[in-house]
């Protein structure tokens, strides 16, 4: 596996923890409403997914190197 490869599946997996979280309470919105089926869980994860395709690979990278040295900075957010 590359580690273009890597670094994709790394964001994505933290992608999808942090999108997770920041909709925690409308994702159990979704969840709970009456006409929510099971295998809409596979759509709304995919859903979520294709967020990644906003961040070119070099802003994946620097993302995740930010997170693991403790950096200051936040997902997606960087100074200009």
């Keep these: 596996m590359s580690n273009k490869d890597t670094t994709s599946q790394e964001f994505t997996s ?3 923890q942090q999108s997770t979280k920041e909709f925690a309470e409308d994702l159990d919105k979704v ?3 009456d006409d929510f089926k099971g295998d809409a869980v596979a759509m709304l994860v ?3 997914q294709q967020g990644t395709s906003l961040f070119s690979a070099a802003d994946q990278k620097r993302i995740l190197e930010a997170r693991k040295s403790g ?4 997902a997606g957010e960087r100074d200009e």
């Design 14 to 16: 933290y992608y999808l």
């Design 31 to 33: 969840r709970n409403a």
């Design 46 to 48: 995919k859903s979520l």
């Design 71 to 74: 950096g200051s900075e936040k």
